[in-house]
């Protein structure tokens, strides 16, 4: 656990699949899948991956020139690529801006996030694909954003980071009896004492049963018994008071 982080340094899709990246199994079929995947960044993609910001969740509507606009305002843009379907050529909602120097990538990168635009709040992050080891995209049962096929959530990024697990190991000794000896048997003692009492309840309850079947069986109304043990117990008052 020395080397836990909220963001992911390296891509892994077992840990991806987790709430706290301690998972050690698969648990849908899409972790599956990207564990087998062996992917390779598109090589036709040009440009400084690190000095290229992802842009996710725009409108279909939005272009290249509005994306320009809003986001030259941080710094100097070299490029701006609006990914589009190859069949379509309509928007798919995502693109990548490249900017000539650091600082106003980090400015956009701080800034620009949760920024609306066309009445859309739009994500903004480094790009991950040429940049973070073992990157295994959406499509491939990878990533970090969205819902996959089996509606699990992906983390580790920006968006959603892993959540700080949780060390339990005092109360599972506490509660699974793991715990000292002194414990143990005071819970034997106490399960001892119940069953007692359980058991003179019963031995009880079986003697006053065969009263209460005679008077039944003689035909005794309820008031006529009640009367009858009220005066059987003034009569031991009095034989205790004389």
């Known amino acids: 656990m020395n080397d836990w982080a909220p963001i992911a340094k390296e891509y892994d899709p077992l840990k991806a699949g987790s709430i706290d990246g301690t998972d050690e199994e698969p648990h849908d079929r899409a972790i599956w899948r990207a564990m087998l995947a062996r992917y390779v960044p598109n090589k036709g993609v040009t440009g400084d991956p690190h000095l290229t910001l992802f842009v996710a969740r725009l409108n279909l509507q ?3 020139e509005k994306l320009k606009e809003v986001f030259s305002r941080y710094g100097d843009i070299r490029k701006v690529r609006l990914v589009r ?24 990168h701080r800034d620009a996030n949760r920024l609306v635009i066309d009445q859309h709040e739009i994500f903004v992050d480094f790009e991950l694909e040429r940049t973070l080891k ?3 995209p959406r499509r491939l049962g990878g990533g970090f954003g969205g819902k996959k ?19 339990l190991p005092n109360m599972k000794n506490e509660f699974y009896g793991e715990g000292s000896a002194e414990k143990r048997n005071w819970s034997r003692e106490g399960t001892r004492d119940w069953r007692t009492r359980d058991r ?30 009220e005066r059987s117990r003034g009569r031991e008052r009095k034989d205790r008071d004389s």
């Open 85 to 108: 379907d190859l069949v379509t050529g309509f928007s798919k909602g995502y693109a990548f801006i490249e900017y000539k120097d650091e600082r106003a990538l980090l400015k956009a």
């Open 149 to 167: 096929e089996s509606g699990q959530l992906r983390f580790g990024g920006r968006d959603r980071p892993f959540r700080k697990p949780i060390n």
């Open 200 to 229: 003179d309840h019963e031995r009880s309850r079986d003697k006053r049963w065969p009263e209460r079947e005679r008077s039944w069986a003689w035909g005794e109304s309820e008031r006529e018994r009640d009367s009858r043990e």
């Open 134 to 136: 073992g990157w295994i």
């Open 62 to 64: 939005t272009t290249e």
